[in-house]
């Protein structure tokens, strides 16, 4: 990682900006700081690398692989487009996934192709599989689950085979325990547009996320600690503010109880064979099997390479925290320390675990762009008084 300035014998001294996590929330923000407000900044990560959960590397056979799993970029956003594209070129991508149902590989989300090759059916148009999926249909006056969400739109049917054994395997939960958000983000299509986003942007750094990452940590007031926990340093690095990207519930020592997070391990594989199969990922919701889904980056990436890379993602209960479990429990515990968060000066909580939200990168980015306002708004003011 040419570049980069890393902390590690120098004399320890004072920053402007102590930031915990060098994902995209941390690593974006002390880009702005450093180069936009000349902010002297220390970016830390209790892992190896920086990148975050985006990281990339090449793995022992050459090819490039996503270590927590894949990433793939998609937004609405021109300006956060606009924004990382200063730190990288763009391959453009679009995801397609394929799932596993009933002996067939057939489009996910679900659409006219996937009707027509379950049921042996000959759709034709968006109206006639609108017909089609009207007539299957269970309707549900008060939509408060994931499960209530697909069984109004398509019926139970297709909600057992596409969606119940995935999520139950996803999260540890039956859809009927879950929020109504989580299957709500994937939408049901009646023409035969098969991507997995329809974002107007869809795009994955050239030549990797990593790489991107270390142009935008690459500047003079930026220095990088890697292998450091932030518990291990707080109180030897002299710093005026604290950008905190890790889980809120740790910074305040679980002081309510650990807020519930979902995890997975990936089990990644090099193959002996040019392809493994058809479409980056392909899910397999049948509870019998116990991994979600198989991702092969090359689809991704478009490396040209003789072997080729797969994971295997089996959801699990312990491990790294990934996904914040949405129940109305789990929102309540987050708002108390939301509370405690706001009562403490010279910290600010960001990102994914820092506010237990799912969201996705280019959220990341916007949310860490949004403080950096703030940031430079009140400085502004500050200096005009
Ligand atoms: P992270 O990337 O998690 O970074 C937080 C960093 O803080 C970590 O590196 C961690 O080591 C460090 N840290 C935490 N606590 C401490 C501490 N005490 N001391 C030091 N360091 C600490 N998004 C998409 O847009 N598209 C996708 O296709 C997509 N796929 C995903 C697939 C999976 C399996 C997962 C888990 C996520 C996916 N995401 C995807 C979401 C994406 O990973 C996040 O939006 C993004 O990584 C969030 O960035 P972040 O900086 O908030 O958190």
């Not at 995935?166 to 299957?183: A, E, H, I, N």
């Not at 930026?222 to 030897?236: G, Q």
């Not at 090099?270 to 991994?291: I, K, M």
Request: hydrophobic share 30%.
């Amino acid at each position: 990682m040419s570049g980069l300035s890393y902390l590690n014998d120098t004399p320890r001294r004072g920053f402007d900006y102590l930031i915990v996590g060098a994902g995209f929330a941390g690593s974006v923000l002390a880009e702005r700081l450093a180069a936009g407000l000349g902010k002297r900044v220390l970016v830390i990560d209790r892992r190896p690398h920086i990148a975050g959960n985006a990281y990339d590397h090449h793995d022992e056979a050459g090819v490039l692989v996503h270590r927590y799993g894949p990433h793939i970029f998609h937004t609405n956003s021109q300006r956060i487009v606009d924004y990382l594209s200063r730190f990288t070129q763009w391959r453009p991508y679009e995801h397609r996934v394929l799932a596993v149902v009933d002996e067939q590989q057939v489009p996910i989300p679900i659409n006219r192709t996937t009707l027509n090759a379950l049921y042996g059916l000959d759709l034709q148009s968006d109206e006639e599989a609108e017909r089609y999926l009207a007539s299957r249909a269970e309707p549900v006056d008060d939509i408060r689950t994931s499960e209530d969400v697909v069984v109004n739109q398509i019926g139970r049917e297709l909600y057992e085979k596409f969606f119940r054994g995935y999520t139950r395997k996803q999260w540890g939960l039956d859809p009927s325990q879950l929020d109504k958000s989580v299957t709500s983000r994937i939408p049901t299509r009646t023409n035969t547009d098969d991507r997995y986003f329809t974002d107007s942007f869809q795009q994955i750094p050239l030549h990797g996320y990593t790489r991107m990452f270390e142009r935008m940590l690459d500047h003079p007031n930026i220095k990088v600690m890697l292998n450091t926990d932030y518990r291990e340093i707080r109180h030897d690095i002299q710093h005026d503010q604290l950008i905190y990207c890790g889980p809120i519930d740790e910074y305040f020592d679980f002081c309510y109880g650990k807020l519930p997070y979902r995890s997975l391990r990936f089990e990644h594989r090099s193959l002996d064979q040019e392809r493994f199969q058809a479409v980056g990922t392909v899910n397999y919701p049948d509870e019998g099997v116990p991994y979600t889904r198989i991702s092969e980056y090359k689809h991704i990436t478009g490396q040209a390479h003789p072997k080729t890379s797969i994971t295997y993602e089996y959801p699990s209960a312990e491990g790294d925290p990934y996904y914040p479990i949405p129940r109305p429990e789990n929102a309540a515990l987050y708002k108390r320390y939301q509370q405690l968060a706001d009562a403490t000066p010279g910290v600010t909580f960001l990102g994914r675990l820092g506010t237990y939200k799912y969201y996705n990168m280019d959220q990341v980015v916007g949310q860490a762009l949004a403080l950096y306002q703030r940031i430079e708004q009140a400085q502004r003011e500050s200096q005009e008084a």
